[in-house]
């Protein structure tokens, strides 16, 4: 079994930044992907950003040149520097771990935007 954690979510003011950190450990053969994802309230969980066994990365339109994804493969930690904050990007986000033969989610972290 692979457990995965979420930390450094928080209160923010428009223009300020958070960073996210998601730690994965447990049975873990290799990690193919480590993604972020965000809930709104009310809203479906949208896909935020992705960080690839190769570090290659993408992104949601909404946080391109505001979000920056990276990796530390010696750690299985992903981490999401936020930048540049909007009230839109108020949300629970979740990591999400590709590990096969499974995919695995935290709990999640609460990012709130607001003056």
């Known amino acids: 079994q692979v457990q995965v954690v979420e930390s450094g979510g928080g209160l923010v003011q428009p223009g300020g930044s958070l960073r996210l950190s998601c730690a994965a450990s447990?049975?873990?053969?290799?990690?193919?992907?480590m993604g972020w994802y965000r809930q709104a309230p009310g809203k479906q969980r949208e896909l935020v950003a992705t960080?690839?066994?190769?570090?290659?990365?993408n992104y949601a339109d909404s946080v391109a040149g505001r979000f920056t994804i990276s990796r530390d493969n010696a750690k299985n930690t992903a981490y999401l520097q936020m930048n540049s904050l909007k009230a839109e990007d108020t949300g629970v986000y979740y990591c999400?771990?590709?590990?096969?033969?499974?995919?695995?989610w935290g709990q999640g972290t609460q990012v709130t935007v607001s003056s």
């Open positions: 999400n771990v590709r590990s096969p033969p499974g995919v695995y």
């Open positions: 447990g049975r873990i053969f290799s990690i193919v992907a």
């Open positions: 960080v690839f066994s190769d570090s290659s990365t």
